[in-house]
């Protein structure tokens, strides 16, 4: 159950690069003005992608990705292509055994897109909200990086990594407090057998 749902939070990420430039703030003479025309485009993605998530419109973000991308998630699963993460998000979020009922999330970037002529690479942090299918709710911070390409006038989202802190995590708080709870109840339940067996024990001897 903990790698399906690590499994979602990263596949409903392949929002995160098109964040690329979309967030900082940068003096007109640092940025030349043919990449401002760049990373206003990406701002845009940026915000459609946003608005898409929240609608849980997979279609719209989907028109935002390149047709062989490459998508990575948080437990190792490796998707290739749309129609590949069309079936993960319906599975995940919008099937009728799905882990999560409700997403939402807020994008930060570290810095603007790192342009390198019709390619460019953006990376960032993200804080997220899951409403879970179980009645839980959990906040995971995430890092996330991605690669996106030029094809004629448009960018789009070429290859997508997420990962979160596999050593202090909500998720991982939930399954150790799980497991206490459970060796807890594993204890008390053995010293209730060793009090039944002692007693009888002790009957036997007197008899």
């Known amino acids: ?13 392949v929002v995160v690069p098109a964040l690329a430039g ?12 043919g990449d401002e025309a760049t990373h206003q485009a990406l701002r845009a993605i940026k915000q459609d992608m946003e608005d898409a ?19 990575s998630t948080m437990n190792n699963d490796v998707r290739v292509g749309k129609d590949a993460i069309r079936a993960y998000y319906a599975e ?3 099937g009728p055994n799905s882990v999560v009922k ?18 460019g690479v953006a990376y960032g942090s993200s804080q997220d909200h899951y409403s879970l299918s179980d009645g839980s709710d959990l906040v995971i ?6 690669t996106l390409v030029k ?15 596999v050593f202090d995590n909500p998720l991982l708080t939930k399954v150790k407090n799980a497991a206490m709870g459970f060796g807890a109840l594993a204890a008390v339940a053995a010293l209730a057998a ?7 024990g002790r009957r036997t001897a007197t008899a």
Request: charged residues 20%.
């Open 1 to 13: 159950m903990v790698r399906t749902r690590l499994g979602l939070l990263a596949l409903l990420f």
């Open 22 to 33: 979309a967030q900082e703030a940068v003096a007109p003479a640092a940025v030349a003005s």
């Open 53 to 71: 998530l929240n609608k849980q419109d997979v279609e719209r973000l989907l028109s935002h990705l390149h047709p062989d991308v490459v998508f």
């Open 92 to 94: 995940m979020l919008g």
């Open 102 to 119: 409700k997403v939402t999330a807020k994008f930060d970037v570290d810095s603007l897109t790192r342009l390198y002529g019709n390619a």
């Open 141 to 146: 911070n995430g890092r996330w990086t991605c």
């Open 151 to 165: 094809e004629g006038d448009r960018w789009l989202i070429a290859a997508f990594h997420y990962s979160t802190n």
């Open 194 to 200: 060793g009090f039944f067996f002692g007693r009888r």
